[in-house]
């Protein structure tokens, strides 16, 4: 009996230990955390702190608050274990709550999101699952709500016990490793899931030392309508949720939440398991937001005890070996999958504790997953010489100055990065956090894509990824001219106006407007600053520049620049403070651009000084004669169509031109009264550009005849290798070459001056239409039914890959290949009939282009996949409609916004169309007469 007696003191002993050492643990990591939420945490938009939690994230989540009645006063729904009232909800109608600075950053503490065992429905069980249990491993969910997921889109889903979210019905049994998407589908099915711990679990038992004493299980709650709730559940979700994204993935500036899901597996132990193996469990929880455009899953893994199931080769005593659970995504019908590596199916799973660093957490990993599944935090286990770059924006103004946020390695926070677009000499960047760097865009004699490489310390240019570089005709407009004065000789004043947040969201904040100018005096072009316009005035998003003001101002070495372009900066850099212990900051200057400008209405005074009041004509004379030396490029240009329906049917020569288009600019300042105007997709051996421009009648405008008339062009919009050359640079060879001389010797003299003449007549005349010749047409559509070059037409159920076209000559090359599937059972049965599904092209030493009809269901946003080069495009910014690959130009027309055509043009003249047609392909050929 004394020893039964010492053994019972000892072990409550223990226990008192036990319970000193948790609250010891407890108390000295929410000092850690108030003291590290004094550190501002990074981003250019305004943001609120983040603690940066130490190791064991899961020892600092507090047991829930079980005493607090919803009713009470400080109830805390953040913390309190159980449910708000359903009321506070829907049609709420006290007094709208107002979230504070202070208890966002309080809430946005907490590791883990709320999850409940009372309150909140009829049986007191608030989230939890009771329907859930070793029977009955899932639970079918309503959502009400669209959720968009790796293209397709969903408003139901199945919670299982076995860590995942299931939209699709699963094989009826799996192969270890777990492989996606499953390769004999449609004969097996191949599930469309979410996983973040996939494995067969079990409920498991809570052991005495655990803190939160909810029940083990599966909680599973939605938190709709976020945007117009006014309660404080509503209120502190949405805010939390929002700044939780934003600063946790980059490129979700300006991600609004609208709904959201919050699925928390407690306590779950491994299928196969002895008895007492149900005292080693896992606990994980993921949480998913969507606006219902863009959709971001963040999974919180908060304890790991085990990682293999039985099945799967886990002992059965601590669930350890085998293979481990599968961490991943996949889109399910044969489509695509993306596995989280290093980490699923490999013993080092257990690092998912201890990594992610999302919003300064241990343990939390974020992905956005609409689309495709992009990570959004940083990953420190993997090793290769071509790692993956996430970063924001993935496109910029060639001119530079643009903030790219680059997620890939983690960072600590004393590492040099270097960072290197293209072949740009590389530049510095900067650590922001853990997963977050910053690279400043320099000025890029480039367009279209191009890698980013950064190195991180001492280490080699190992991750990589493709930055797409805007030429400065179709960047993004950022400043607005109110009128047309600025393409005036002599202007009295031009109002600038932009869009102020694209600088700063400080009201109070400076800017400095400059103007910079472009020239080509040696084989090396040069890009100058001229002079500032305004300094250290007040951010206001516009400006009126009077240029009388000018009128004394001498740049004496400046003066053969005609045009050039507005910058507007912060006159003071914003000063961004590091993730960090230590104070330390970043200073930033965000930079917008204009499009290019003429700079007759600055340097008037400057030229009449020099030459005199007609100095416009001066001008022009000096430029026709530098250009009666230069090289003749109109030989090298097909001819013009002669009526606007003949243009817009030669899809392998013409694409739309960008100042004078019937569906998104109508304006046509250089071709005044035209209807349309088309221009030559790919530049000439030498760089040149074709221009065709057509009345309301439908008819070709000829410079014989006006001065709004067509034009062939020296060099091309899109420039010419090797780019960095006089002549070849993007849109500013043009501008300078064929552009400048329209103001010079037409439209600041009149239309009958000798030089608008000799400029319409013999430097820039219209090539007639006498010579030209429609190209042949192939066409496939339907059953699959098909029409040759030569008009025969016949049907093919072929299925299959075949080849459509091929060429091979010894300038000519085209080879365009189809796929051809069965197509899916109706409700009769099988069809025995096939459809196209596929279509893939290459030119003359061209990457390949490929463009695949999407699944039925993953059609609410996109129509038709494009990949090139090995990544897929989208055009559904205006700046990323026109894209161009060396040899080969892929863009989707102005009007379709639901990439439900795309036009593929290559350099030797030949083109491909596909279109999709209420889900049915079709796709056409045209060949120019040098092929047929």
Same mark, same amino acid.
């Given at each position: 009996?004394?020893?039964?007696?010492?053994?019972?003191?000892?072990?409550?002993?223990?226990?008192?230990?036990?319970?000193?050492?948790?609250?010891?643990?407890?108390?000295?990591?929410?000092?850690?955390?108030?003291?590290?939420?004094?550190?501002?945490?990074?981003?250019?938009?305004?943001?609120?702190?983040?603690?940066?939690?130490?190791?064991?994230?899961?020892?600092?989540?507090?047991?829930?608050?079980?005493?607090?009645?919803?009713?009470?006063?400080?109830?805390?729904?953040?913390?309190?274990?159980?449910?708000?009232?359903?009321?506070?909800?829907?049609?709420?109608?006290?007094?709208?709550?107002?979230?504070?600075?202070?208890?966002?950053?309080?809430?946005?503490?907490?590791?883990?999101?709320?999850?409940?065992?009372?309150?909140?429905?009829?049986?007191?069980?608030?989230?939890?699952?009771?329907?859930?249990?070793?029977?009955?491993?899932?639970?079918?969910?309503?959502?009400?709500?669209?959720?968009?997921?790796?293209?397709?889109?969903?408003?139901?889903? &199945?919670?299982?016990?076995?860590?995942?979210?299931?939209?699709?019905?699963?094989?009826?049994?799996?192969?270890?490793?777990?492989?996606?998407?499953?390769?004999?589908?449609?004969?097996?099915?191949?599930?469309?899931?979410?996983?973040?711990?996939?494995?067969?679990?079990?409920?498991?038992? $809570?052991?005495?030392?655990?803190?939160?004493?909810?029940?083990?299980?599966?909680?599973?709650?939605?938190?709709?309508?976020?945007?117009?709730?006014?309660?404080?559940?509503?209120?502190?979700?949405?805010?939390?949720?929002?700044?939780?994204?934003?600063?946790?993935?980059? !490129?979700?500036?300006?991600?609004?939440?609208?709904?959201?899901?919050?699925? +928390?597996?407690?306590?779950?132990?491994?299928?196969?398991?002895?008895?007492?193996?149900?005292?080693?469990?896992?606990?994980?929880?993921?949480? $998913?937001?969507?606006?219902?455009?863009?959709?971001?899953?963040?999974?919180?893994?908060?304890?790991?005890?085990?990682?293999?199931?039985?099945?799967?080769?886990?002992?059965?005593?601590?669930?350890?070996?085998?293979?481990?659970?599968?961490?991943?995504?996949?889109?399910?019908?044969?489509?695509?999958?993306?596995?989280?590596?290093?980490?699923?199916?490999?013993?080092?799973?257990?690092?998912?504790?201890?990594?992610?660093?999302?919003?300064?957490?241990?343990?939390?990993?974020?992905?956005?997953?609409?689309?495709?599944?992009?990570?959004?935090?940083?990953?420190?286990?993997?090793?290769?010489?071509?790692?993956?770059?996430?970063?924001?924006?993935?496109?910029?103004?060639?001119?530079?100055?643009?903030?790219?946020?680059?997620?890939?390695?983690?960072?600590?926070?004393?590492?040099?990065?270097?960072?290197?677009?293209?072949?740009?000499?590389?530049?510095?960047?900067?650590?922001?956090?853990?997963?977050?760097?910053?690279?400043?865009?320099?000025?890029?004699?480039?367009?279209?894509?191009?890698?980013?490489?950064?190195?991180?310390?001492?280490?080699?240019?190992?991750?990589?990824?493709?930055?797409?570089?805007?030429?400065?005709?179709?960047?993004?407009?950022?400043?607005?001219?109110?009128?047309?004065?600025?393409?005036?000789?002599?202007?009295?004043?031009?109002?600038?106006?932009?869009?102020?947040?694209?600088?700063?969201?400080?009201?109070?904040?400076?800017?400095?407007?400059?103007?910079?100018?472009?020239?080509?005096?040696?084989?090396?072009?040069?890009?100058?600053?001229?002079?500032?316009?305004?300094?250290?005035?007040?951010?206001?998003?516009?400006?009126?520049?009077?240029?009388?003001?000018?009128?004394?101002?001498?740049?004496?070495?400046?003066?053969?620049?005609?045009?050039?372009? $507005?910058?507007?900066?912060?006159?003071?850099?914003?000063?961004?403070?590091?993730? +960090?212990? +230590?104070?330390?900051?970043?200073?930033?200057?965000?930079? #917008?651009?204009?499009?290019?400008?003429?700079?007759?209405?600055?340097?008037?005074?400057?030229?009449?000084?020099?030459?005199?009041?007609?100095?416009?004509?001066?001008?022009?004379?000096?430029?026709? &004669?530098?250009?009666?030396?230069?090289?003749?490029?109109?030989?090298?240009?097909?001819?013009?169509?002669?009526?606007?329906?003949?243009?817009?049917?030669?899809?392998?020569?013409?694409?739309?031109?960008?100042?004078?288009?019937?569906?998104?600019?109508?304006?046509?300042?250089?071709?005044?009264?035209?209807?349309?105007?088309?221009?030559?997709?790919?530049?000439?051996?030498? !760089?040149?550009?074709?221009?065709?421009?057509?009345?309301?009648?439908?008819?070709?405008?000829?410079?014989?005849?006006?001065?709004?008339?067509?034009?062939?062009?020296?060099?091309?919009?899109?420039?010419?290798?090797?780019?960095?050359?006089?002549?070849?640079?993007?849109?500013?060879?043009?501008?300078?070459?064929?552009?400048?001389?329209?103001?010079?010797?037409?439209?600041?003299?009149?239309?009958?001056? #000798?030089?608008?003449?000799?400029?319409?007549?013999?430097?820039?005349?219209?090539?007639?239409?006498?010579?030209?010749?429609?190209?042949?047409?192939? !066409?496939?559509?339907?059953?699959?039914?098909?029409?040759?070059?030569?008009?025969?037409?016949?049907?093919?159920?072929?299925? !299959?890959?075949?080849?459509?076209?091929?060429?091979?000559?010894?300038?000519?090359?085209?080879?365009?290949?189809?796929?051809?599937?069965?197509?899916?059972?109706?409700?009769?049965?099988?069809?025995?009939?096939?459809?196209?599904?596929?279509?893939?092209?290459?030119?003359?030493?061209?990457?390949?282009?490929?463009?695949?009809?999407?699944? $039925?269901?993953?059609?609410?946003?996109?129509?038709?996949?494009?990949?090139?080069?090995?990544?897929?495009?989208?055009?559904?910014?205006?700046?990323?409609?026109?894209?161009?690959?060396?040899? #080969?130009?892929?863009?989707?027309?102005?009007?379709?916004?639901?990439?439900?055509?795309?036009?593929?043009?290559?350099?030797?003249?030949?083109?491909?169309?596909?279109?999709?047609?209420?889900?049915?392909?079709?796709?056409?050929?045209?060949?120019?007469?040098?092929?047929?």
């Amino acid at each position: 009996m004394a020893e039964r007696h010492k053994f019972r003191n000892m072990y409550l002993k223990c226990i008192l230990l036990l319970s000193l050492l948790n609250v010891l643990s407890v108390t000295a990591q929410e000092a850690k955390i108030q003291d590290l939420g004094q550190q501002d945490n990074v981003e250019i938009i305004p943001r609120v702190n983040s603690p940066d939690l130490g190791p064991g994230a899961a020892a600092a989540e507090e047991a829930p608050n079980t005493n607090i009645q919803p009713t009470d006063a400080n109830y805390d729904p953040m913390t309190s274990n159980i449910a708000p009232q359903d009321n506070d909800q829907r049609g709420f109608s006290g007094t709208p709550y107002i979230i504070t600075e202070q208890r966002l950053q309080e809430i946005r503490k907490h590791f883990m999101y709320p999850y409940y065992d009372k309150g909140g429905n009829a049986d007191n069980t608030g989230d939890y699952q009771k329907e859930i249990q070793a029977s009955t491993g899932q639970v079918y969910k309503n959502l009400n709500f669209q959720l968009p997921f790796f293209g397709f889109r969903f408003n139901y889903t &199945r919670v299982s016990l076995s860590g995942f979210l299931e939209f699709s019905d699963p094989p009826p049994n799996y192969d270890y490793p777990l492989t996606f998407p499953i390769k004999d589908w449609p004969k097996k099915n191949d599930p469309s899931f979410i996983g973040i711990f996939f494995s067969k679990c079990k409920i498991g038992r $809570l052991r005495d030392e655990d803190v939160d004493k909810r029940e083990p299980g599966v909680y599973f709650r939605m938190e709709r309508d976020l945007r117009t709730r006014q309660d404080r559940m509503g209120v502190e979700m949405r805010e939390r949720l929002k700044w939780d994204i934003k600063e946790g993935v980059i !490129g979700s500036d300006t991600f609004d939440p609208k709904h959201a899901i919050i699925v +928390t597996w407690k306590n779950v132990s491994f299928n196969g398991g002895f008895a007492n193996a149900v005292y080693l469990t896992n606990t994980f929880q993921m949480v $998913l937001v969507t606006d219902e455009v863009f959709t971001y899953a963040m999974f919180n893994y908060l304890n790991l005890d085990w990682t293999s199931h039985t099945e799967a080769g886990g002992d059965t005593q601590r669930g350890e070996g085998g293979v481990s659970a599968y961490v991943g995504f996949n889109a399910g019908n044969g489509t695509r999958s993306y596995e989280y590596k290093p980490y699923s199916q490999e013993s080092v799973i257990r690092d998912l504790t201890a990594t992610g660093f999302a919003n300064g957490f241990k343990g939390r990993h974020i992905f956005r997953i609409d689309e495709n599944i992009l990570l959004g935090s940083c990953n420190k286990d993997i090793d290769g010489a071509n790692l993956p770059l996430v970063f924001a924006p993935e496109s910029g103004n060639m001119l530079g100055g643009t903030v790219v946020n680059i997620t890939g390695p983690c960072f600590n926070l004393d590492d040099s990065v270097k960072c290197k677009f293209d072949v740009a000499d590389e530049i510095n960047g900067y650590v922001v956090d853990k997963n977050r760097a910053i690279c400043i865009q320099p000025r890029l004699y480039a367009e279209g894509w191009v890698n980013l490489q950064i190195a991180v310390g001492p280490n080699a240019y190992k991750w990589k990824g493709r930055y797409y570089v805007e030429s400065p005709a179709s960047a993004s407009q950022k400043i607005y001219f109110k009128d047309k004065k600025i393409h005036e000789k002599s202007p009295s004043e031009l109002k600038i106006t932009w869009e102020k947040q694209n600088l700063t969201t400080n009201e109070n904040a400076n800017i400095r407007i400059s103007l910079w100018g472009y020239r080509e005096t040696t084989i090396h072009p040069t890009f100058v600053y001229i002079t500032d316009i305004a300094d250290n005035i007040q951010n206001t998003g516009e400006y009126t520049i009077v240029p009388s003001q000018y009128r004394g101002k001498t740049n004496e070495f400046l003066t053969d620049i005609k045009f050039g372009f $507005l910058q507007i900066n912060l006159t003071e850099s914003i000063k961004i403070n590091t993730y +960090t212990t +230590t104070q330390r900051t970043i200073d930033i200057t965000p930079i #917008v651009w204009s499009r290019p400008i003429p700079l007759g209405w600055y340097f008037q005074f400057q030229w009449e000084n020099l030459y005199g009041k007609n100095w416009p004509k001066y001008l022009c004379d000096d430029w026709l &004669r530098t250009d009666r030396y230069l090289k003749n490029f109109a030989h090298e240009l097909p001819q013009c169509p002669c009526t606007v329906e003949q243009a817009l049917a030669d899809k392998g020569k013409y694409m739309p031109d960008f100042d004078c288009d019937k569906d998104t600019n109508p304006v046509c300042y250089y071709n005044n009264q035209a209807l349309h105007c088309v221009k030559t997709g790919s530049p000439t051996a030498e !760089g040149a550009e074709q221009q065709c421009c057509y009345d309301k009648n439908g008819y070709l405008m000829l410079s014989y005849d006006q001065q709004w008339g067509s034009s062939p062009r020296r060099c091309h919009n899109l420039g010419k290798m090797p780019y960095n050359e006089a002549t070849k640079v993007p849109t500013l060879s043009q501008w300078f070459n064929d552009v400048v001389p329209k103001y010079l010797c037409c439209l600041w003299q009149e239309e009958q001056a #000798v030089g608008c003449e000799t400029l319409r007549f013999e430097r820039r005349p219209t090539q007639d239409c006498v010579a030209y010749q429609a190209p042949g047409l192939a !066409g496939v559509y339907g059953d699959p039914h098909f029409i040759t070059f030569d008009d025969v037409e016949y049907t093919f159920n072929g299925k !299959g890959e075949f080849v459509l076209v091929k060429s091979v000559t010894k300038s000519d090359n085209l080879e365009v290949q189809g796929r051809f599937e069965q197509m899916d059972q109706n409700a009769y049965g099988e069809v025995k009939a096939t459809q196209l599904t596929s279509i893939v092209a290459r030119g003359n030493n061209t990457i390949a282009v490929e463009v695949r009809r999407r699944p $039925l269901d993953a059609r609410w946003r996109y129509r038709l996949d494009v990949i090139a080069d090995n990544k897929r495009l989208f055009f559904d910014r205006p700046s990323l409609k026109f894209q161009h690959f060396q040899g #080969v130009t892929i863009y989707t027309p102005t009007y379709i916004l639901n990439q439900s055509e795309v036009i593929i043009m290559f350099d030797n003249g030949a083109g491909v169309e596909v279109l999709d047609n209420q889900g049915f392909m079709t796709a056409r050929v045209y060949l120019p007469w040098t092929f047929i």
